[in-house]
């Protein structure tokens, strides 16, 4: 075997991943400078470098007062993905500041019997959007997908190569955690959904990249989505239906506030089944859940 297919097959899903939002963040400071010019692409930098400082002092507050076991890498991931979904244009330092020190409340307060409730990235985005709601002086945490969706002219059709590399993560990071049937169930009810109802502002094919990308870095969050293939499809079903059905209600964020909601619901229902097969007996041990 050579070097580089065994540096490759070392790697674990999460250096995967990792990989896969470095390579989107880069797309998203090209298609800054792109769009809004050098000075905007520089500030968007900064802006990056700011957040991931910010990131790393809290990381480090919370692990060595809280828990030592923690992972500095999972910090990156979930630093990476606020980054690429929420808009460079409109800061708030305030706002910016609650979403990250709620992105560690919930990766390292928000558990209960040592279980994750919720995915901390939409835990943020999502309680931070609920805050708003009742002090508008904090303003909705803007979701913006078009930083990735940026487009290259092939064969005459300007194609966004964000897909490359989402449709790569789909096929192998997604692969190694066993979401696959998650993924996508929810990606095909979604395009599904919306060339029905029309949900996609006449660009199809941006809505089938923030679609792909929810797929295949969100809703895949393995310490809260579901493990066996058959929860997985109604799950990403589920999903699909409500967060094309939310924003009829004129509900800010519906994509996250969804999964916020899918979060809660899968606990308190995998909670539920395992406290029913305990109180049948038997007699196999129970299997600690993962700790993120």
Known sequence: MNKPSEIFKNLSAYDHFLVYLFILSLLKITNVIIVDGQAAGFHFIKLGLVLFVVSSLLFLAFKF?????????????????ILLILSHADLNPVRGVLLMLL???SKFLIKCKKQNIFNPVVFAIGFTTIFALFIPALGIPPLDWSGIDIRFSILGTAFPLSL?????SLIFNVGRIRKHPLAISFIASSLLLGLII????GNYLSFIVSTAFIGSAIIVEPKTSPAKTKEQIIYGISMALLIMGLPLLN???APIIVLL????FYFLYKNIKQGK????????????????
Do not use: E
């Open 65 to 81: 007062g809280l828990d030592r076991r923690k992972k500095y890498q999972h910090a990156v991931i979930s630093t990476f993905i």
């Open 103 to 105: 992105l560690y409340i």
């Open 198 to 201: 029309n949900s996609y502002d």
């Open 164 to 168: 490359i590399f989402i449709t790569l």
């Open 277 to 292: 097969s305990n109180l049948v007996g038997n007699g196999k041990k129970d299997t600690p859940y993962p700790q993120s």
């Open 251 to 253: 509900v800010p964020n």
């Open 261 to 264: 909601l899918g979060n809660a």
